[in-house]
T-cell receptor, first 114, second 113 residues
């Protein structure tokens, strides 16, 4: 089944404790992206990647890191989480070799930083 | 900075009534996509519009892309309870990085049976 998976689905952590949220897709998509969703603000793009070793900042990259060492994986790293990073996070992937490049979203990771 | 706005933020309708959400960008867009997110779920792609003035239909849903490629709308005819959710537009700005995507804040639709 074609899908985007994220782990963990729920995470409660404390300020300053490094964490990684994994994202993996099995559709051989070149493009991958991370978003955070907050009430009233919709989805804001954090980072995106056009292909392996190619990443770029979205609108809200501060406090986040990403890497793209393999095509299928795109982990989101919070080196020193803070309470303002409490949010719902979505990973997404899409093809880039077709006319319509719809994004496929993972199930989401709900992160709480205390 | 570049912004994509949507109105209304919330809409409550009686089942069978029509519904429209509007999306407006501060800059020209190369294309616009629409997504639906059910409560507790993740966004799901509905459609992509590319051409100026383009109109596309999916059963009871009609999507339009403005002539100036800065605005778009989604119209649902005769809403049903299965239409409940938040509708997002997402645009790729023409004059910036090809790969950046900007989502609107969404319109949350409630349908009263």
């Amino acid at each position: 089944e074609a899908q985007v998976t994220q782990n963990p689905r729920y995470l409660i952590t404390v300020t300053g404790k490094k964490l990684t949220v994994t994202c993996s897709q099995n559709m051989n998509h070149e493009y991958m992206s991370w978003y955070r969703q907050d009430p009233g603000l919709g989805l804001r793009q954090i980072y995106y990647s056009m292909n392996v070793e190619v990443t770029d900042k979205g609108d809200v990259p501060e406090g986040y890191k990403v890497s793209r060492k393999e095509k299928r994986n795109f982990p989101l790293i919070l080196e020193s989480p803070s309470p303002n990073q409490t949010s719902l996070y979505f990973c997404a992937s899409s093809p880039t070799d077709r006319y319509i490049y719809e994004q496929y979203f993972g199930p989401g990771t709900r992160l709480t930083v205390t | 900075g570049q912004q994509v706005m949507q109105i209304p933020q919330y809409q409550h309708v009686q089942e069978g009534e029509d519904f429209t959400t509007y999306c407006n960008s501060s800059t020209t867009l190369s294309n616009i996509q629409w997504y639906k997110q059910r409560p507790g779920g993740h966004p799901v792609f509905l459609i992509q519009l590319v051409k100026s003035g383009e109109v596309k239909k999916q059963k009871r849903l009609t999507f339009q892309f403005g002539e100036a490629k800065k605005n778009s709308s989604l119209h649902i005819t005769a809403t049903q309870t299965t239409d409940v959710g938040t509708y997002f537009c997402a645009g790729k700005p023409s004059k910036t990085s090809y790969d950046k995507v900007i989502f609107g804040p969404g319109t949350s639709l409630s349908v009263i049976p």
